[in-house]
């Protein structure tokens, strides 16, 4: 009973909205009443311990459990005009592991979700070519295929956090990221189906969509790690992730990943498009902006606790789990602070630990119930560790926008809530 | 009644069968797997629209501003305003020059885009917004020349843009790009372990909360602050 009394008041308000009915939460507000006869979830026959549930062809393709009903992607309405020219986000203070739903990897699209039926698809190689091809998907799935498991971060996340903290939610401040097992064909073998000629240096990568999206990619860069994808996570791709085929650019932006891949395009010169110069193009406070900046920089963030997943069991062993990585390669060290970066632990990684991808990392510790300001901050295997926010807008200036990778910091309080802070 | 339906079903097999003899025949790669078939000059034609700084993959066609002017009413200015100025969230096209080092750039095609070809391509390749396609290239020379106005880079409603004169068109932001020098800035040449312990004096204190703001969804109003708008 002691230990009980002495619990923090819990977040009641917010608790509620993730216990995802009101079954769930009658039966958690039975369990103190009842203990001395024994909770009734055991002294009782459940209506599923009873009852025959549904056989095995009520769910052909399975959903999660209606329990999990609030762990879904969610826009910010104010963000932009409209929702076909918008971005969603990874529910990341839900999951768990490196792997990504995916049904929960995060939407990014400038003309809505192209719906192309597989056998309509076609994928155009020309240019600086000795032989311009046509593939259907079916001749995609002839070639030699490879398995991958990389994260895709779009240039933007944590991008609304520059001139400092604006959302409550590592859904909002870092849900433009997601990792999955890409299945495809290597770039490099189309291009070496259609013959290089030497003079091609560059590549123009563009989608089927409403905004036919290109990207300019040095060919260096598309003849080393590049895939043209079907797969993900063994499946086929989703719709809103470039079904049929996408292009998979490890460890650079995600608008370089370009969807509905249609047409690539060798040439001697970068073409300079939209998205490459009024956007994804970071603007220094001298007014000079930065072009081509394709890599993703180390980065971490804490996914649970953190403000929409607040600690709800009161003082005690406490499990902090993040997410950890890096365009250069793998993630060599997680390091938690829980007193907002003066002092700091070697958090343990977890699972596979492969080059850009995502890296799960935990650190168990016991709460006493105080404040804490828990951080976390990564290194990666070419030794660059995570900058501080301060660090990159005293380099950067506030009007970047994209490549924020600034180590986040989570207040949180005495009841088990948190809030998106910044720390002197 | 029966029979017409095996008629036809068989012609459409032996129509199937020889289509796909011909398709094989004349169209596997030359390539080292043998894989896809060569693309027809038409194919490529029908979708190599990309235009270059160099003015590479221009097509013929010439546009006013006047001619601009008409086509953006109706076309664009549902959306970007009468004069670029935007409406909502939709992109400002038009202004911000002299804002890019100030607290709230305005970056807009005048003020910020370093290259012409862009407009160009881009307006023929996904403008206006939901009919992506519709504009031949007149329209889009047009259009281009009446965005070079807006902008004051033209002042002469009777100009006429080509793909003969495109070259000479020079937008004011073409100097300001640098590359990526990320890697040389000091938090990261530094190159040293990362401190452990007493990393700073005293308990930290709060500088900034989100609370303040409050523009997380279901936390606050609808209303955000423009700063990182992600289109």
């Known amino acids: 009973m002691t230990e009980q009394m002495n619990k923090p008041s819990r977040p009641q308000a917010s608790r509620r909205a993730f216990l995802g009915g009101a079954a769930a939460l009658g039966a958690g507000l039975a369990v103190r009443p009842a203990l001395a006869a024994g909770d009734p979830l055991i002294t009782e026959v459940q209506d599923w311990n009873r009852y025959l549930g549904d056989g095995v062809d009520a769910r052909p393709y399975g959903v999660p459990s209606r329990f999990e009903a609030d762990v879904v992607r969610r826009d910010v309405p104010w963000l932009t005009a409209d929702t076909k020219s918008s971005v969603n986000?990874?529910?990341?203070?839900?999951?768990?592991?490196?792997?990504?739903?995916?049904?929960?990897?995060?939407?990014?699209?400038?003309?809505?979700?192209?719906?192309?039926?597989?056998?309509?698809?076609?994928l155009m190689v020309h240019g600086?070519?000795?032989?311009?091809?046509?593939?259907?998907?079916?001749?995609?799935?002839?070639?030699?295929?490879?398995?991958?498991?990389?994260?895709?971060?779009?240039?933007?996340?944590?991008?609304?956090?520059?001139?400092?903290?604006?959302?409550?939610?590592?859904?909002?401040?870092?849900?433009?990221?997601?990792?999955?097992?890409?299945?495809g064909v290597r770039l490099r073998t189309l291009l070496e189906e259609a013959g290089l000629k030497t003079s091609g240096t560059w590549l123009l990568a563009e989608g089927a969509d409403a905004s036919a999206m290109t990207r300019s990619i040095p060919l260096d860069k598309a003849l080393d790690d590049c895939l043209v994808a079907w797969g993900m996570n063994g499946e086929a791709l989703r719709p809103e992730q470039g079904y049929p085929v996408r292009l998979v650019v490890p460890g650079w932006e995600g608008n370089m990943w370009v969807k509905w891949?249609?047409?690539?395009?060798?040439?001697?010169?970068?073409?300079?498009?939209?998205?490459?110069?009024?956007?994804?193009?970071?603007?220094?406070?001298?007014?000079?902006?930065?072009?081509?900046?394709?890599?993703?920089?180390?980065?971490?963030?804490?996914?649970?606790?953190?403000?929409?997943?607040?600690?709800?069991?009161?003082?005690?062993?406490?499990?902090?789990?993040?997410?950890?990585?890096?365009?250069?390669?793998?993630?060599?060290?997680v390091d938690v602070s829980l007193d907002g970066g003066r002092n700091w632990q070697t958090a343990r990684i977890d699972g596979p630990s492969l080059p850009k991808a995502l890296h799960r990392f935990y650190h168990e510790f016991d709460w006493d119930g105080s404040e804490l300001f828990l951080q976390s901050?990564?290194?990666?295997?070419?030794?660059?560790?995570?900058?501080?926010?301060?660090?990159?807008?005293?380099?950067?200036?506030?009007?970047?926008?994209?490549?924020?990778?600034?180590?986040?910091?989570?207040?949180?309080?005495?009841?088990?809530?948190?809030?998106?802070?910044?720390?002197? | 009644m029966s029979k017409f339906p095996k008629a036809s079903l068989l012609a459409a097999c032996l129509l199937a069968m020889s289509a796909g003899s011909v398709h094989a025949e004349a169209a596997s790669s030359p390539g080292p797997l043998k894989l896809g078939r060569i693309a027809t000059?038409?194919?490529?034609?029908?979708?190599?629209?990309?235009?270059?700084?160099?003015?590479?993959?221009?097509?013929?066609?010439?546009?006013?501003?006047?001619?601009?002017?008409?086509l953006f009413t109706d076309n664009?200015?549902?959306?970007?305003?009468?004069?670029?100025?935007?409406?909502?969230?939709?992109?400002?096209?038009?202004?911000?020059?002299?804002?890019?080092?100030?607290?709230?750039?305005?970056?807009?095609?005048?003020?910020?885009?370093p290259y012409l070809s862009t407009v160009y391509d881009y307006?023929?390749?996904?403008?206006?917004?939901?009919?992506?396609?519709?504009?031949?290239?007149?329209?889009?020379?047009?259009?281009?020349?009446?965005l070079l106005y807006l902008n004051d880079i033209v002042t002469d409603e009777e100009f006429e843009l080509s793909r003969e004169n495109f070259a000479d068109i020079r937008m004011p932001n073409v100097d300001n790009f640098v590359p990526d020098d990320r890697e040389r800035e000091k938090h990261y040449v530094a190159d040293t372990e990362p401190c452990m312990k007493d990393c700073k004096p005293?308990?930290?204190?709060?500088?900034?909360?989100?609370?303040?703001?409050?523009?997380?969804?279901d936390g606050g109003g609808e209303e955000g602050p423009a700063a990182g708008n992600v289109d």
């Open chain 1, 128 to 183: 600086l070519v000795e032989r311009p091809l046509v593939f259907t998907l079916d001749d995609l799935k002839r070639f030699p295929r490879e398995n991958r498991v990389y994260f895709l971060e779009c240039a933007a996340n944590s991008g609304m956090e520059w001139r400092g903290a604006q959302l409550n939610g590592c859904q909002f401040t870092h849900g433009m990221v997601h990792c999955v097992m890409y299945t």
């Open chain 2, 202 to 217: 005293g308990p930290v204190a709060i500088t900034m909360r989100a609370r303040v703001l409050d523009v997380t969804p």
């Open chain 1, 89 to 122: 986000f990874t529910p990341l203070h839900r999951l768990d592991g490196i792997i990504t739903p995916n049904g929960l990897c995060f939407e990014r699209h400038h003309g809505g979700i192209a719906e192309i039926a597989p056998a309509d698809h076609r």
């Open chain 2, 76 to 113: 664009c200015a549902a959306c970007h305003g009468d004069f670029g100025e935007g409406v909502g969230r939709w992109p400002v096209l038009a202004g911000g020059e002299g804002t890019l080092d100030r607290e709230r750039p305005e970056k807009t095609i005048g003020s910020y885009w």
């Open chain 1, 261 to 333: 891949l249609r047409r690539l395009e060798v040439g001697d010169a970068p073409w300079e498009h939209r998205e490459e110069t009024s956007k994804y193009t970071d603007l220094l406070a001298n007014g000079k902006a930065r072009k081509f900046t394709w890599q993703m920089e180390v980065k971490s963030v804490i996914t649970s606790p953190s403000p929409q997943a607040p600690i709800a069991h009161g003082r005690g062993r406490t499990v902090v789990s993040g997410l950890a990585w890096s365009g250069n390669g793998t993630i060599r060290r």
């Open chain 2, 41 to 70: 000059e038409a194919e490529i034609a029908a979708w190599d629209h990309d235009i270059r700084p160099d003015g590479k993959g221009l097509p013929d066609g010439r546009g006013t501003v006047a001619d601009g002017e008409a």
């Open chain 2, 123 to 146: 307006v023929n390749r996904a403008m206006p917004f939901g009919n992506a396609r519709s504009l031949g290239p007149d329209d889009v020379y047009a259009l281009t020349a009446y």
């Open chain 1, 377 to 424: 901050r990564a290194m990666d295997e070419k030794g660059f560790v995570q900058p501080t926010k301060e660090d990159l807008r005293a380099a950067r200036g506030t009007n970047s926008i994209y490549h924020n990778n600034g180590i986040q910091t989570w207040y949180l309080k005495p009841d088990g809530a948190l809030e998106n802070v910044e720390v002197s």
